[in-house]
Structure formats: C-alpha cells, structure tokens
C-alpha cells in the first residue's frame, strides 16, 4: 500500500517538516508580539486565542501534522527493511509502537490546531496531552532504537549520540515546565479558568510562574524538532549503507 522512498528524499522530508514547524512557532510569536501582546511569554497554544498570530498556529501547525503522518509511515517501512536484514537487533515491537505514537501525535496536532483552547479548553487539554504523550513515547524509543542500531553498526554511534542529548534536553524542559505549573497551580497541575481572560487581554499575561513554565515549553518543542531533525542522519546513515 504505502511505498518506500528513498533515504535521501525522506531526509529531504524531515528538514521540510521540522523547517514548517520552527518557522510555524516564529512566526505565532512574532504576530503575537506585534499586536501588542506580553511578550514574557504566551503559551504555544496561546497565540492560537488572538486573531493576529491564529491563523499561523492554524495553518502551520496543520501542515505540520500532514507532514508527520508520511514521515511516520516512511521511517516505520524504512527502520522495518533494516530491521529484516538485521534481525538481531530487536527494534521490531519499538518501530512499531513509536510510529503509532507518532501518527497519533500528527493527527491531535492537526487538530488541535483547530480546537483553540479558550473556545474548547478540555478537548484541547486532552489533545495537547495525546500530542506530548506521543511525542515524548515516540522521543525516547526512537532513541532505543538509535542504541540499538549503534549496537549492530558502530556507524549509527552517531546519530544515537545526537538523538538522546536532543532527548535529554527535551525531557529537561519537561520537567522544568511540570515544576513551573506545580508552583503555581499545586498538584492539579491545570491553568485555572481565569487565566483565560488574562490571555484574551494579552498586555499582561501576569503570572512568572506561567511565563516561565511557557518558556520551557516552547524550550522542549525546540527539543523535540532537534530530535526530529537526527532522522536526516538516520536516513543518511541507511543510504550511505544501501550504496555499500
């Protein structure tokens, strides 16, 4: 049903996804800040509440779940061919589980983007959870993976080495955005509903304790991208052993 391309178009693909999602995230920030909103900082998902930055967090970040559903499907087939002429290497079950983490990430992404969360809050709420669920499942097991291809191919050392310090680094955030939101919120670990009004004025978004847990949480999707961005080398590394 679905064909394998080649290596070096699929890493093509994945500079092209991650390039969409970083602009994605400038260019909400910067439409924020120039409608005159709190600079010190929105969340991700609070750009997509002013009509000046929506329509990029819209348009963006449904290109970017589009883009993540091919990808996803084109690393399972070609991490599946590797694995056949590898059978040692044991990555069958976690090429399997982190392409299904990451298709159901792609499609929350897609709509989420449509779901803006001072319209829908607990839908939105569920989505973004689904979204960072499977990214972070996808993240670290795409790292085993990584570890395991290094095992077989001391040519994949690489790649493991970039993957999990983007990893490590994502997951930092994540525990640094927990403790902001923990500090402000206490053990529900949810934004209360007034701080919806505070995001829809936007001059003042008021609470350090948010801004910073908003800081760390673009900080770990700029994490996550640069996890993203190692399939290039991946891909790079399968071609470079195909031509062998």
Known sequence: MFRLISPSKLGR???????VQILTL????????????????PFISDT???????????AGFTITGILMTPLSIQFYLLRDKWSRENPDSGIEKLNLISTISALLSGI???WISHTPWH????????QARVIFGGTITWAILSTIIARRMSEVDVGFSGLYSSRRNWTIFSLASLLALSVSVFSYAGFSLSIPA????????CSDLGAPSLSIAAFFEWIMVIGFAGVSYTGVEEALQMDGERQQ
């Open 13 to 19: 693909l994945v500079t092209i996804t991650v390039a």
């Open 194 to 201: 007034g701080h919806m009004g505070v995001v829809l004025e």
């Open 108 to 110: 929350c992404l897609i």
């Open 48 to 58: 997509d509440t002013n009509p000046a930055s929506s329509w990029a967090f819209t």
């Open 26 to 41: 400038a260019l909400s920030y910067v439409l924020w800040i120039s409608d005159g909103c709190d600079p010190l900082v």
């Open 119 to 126: 319209i829908s809050m607990e839908l939105h709420m569920i």
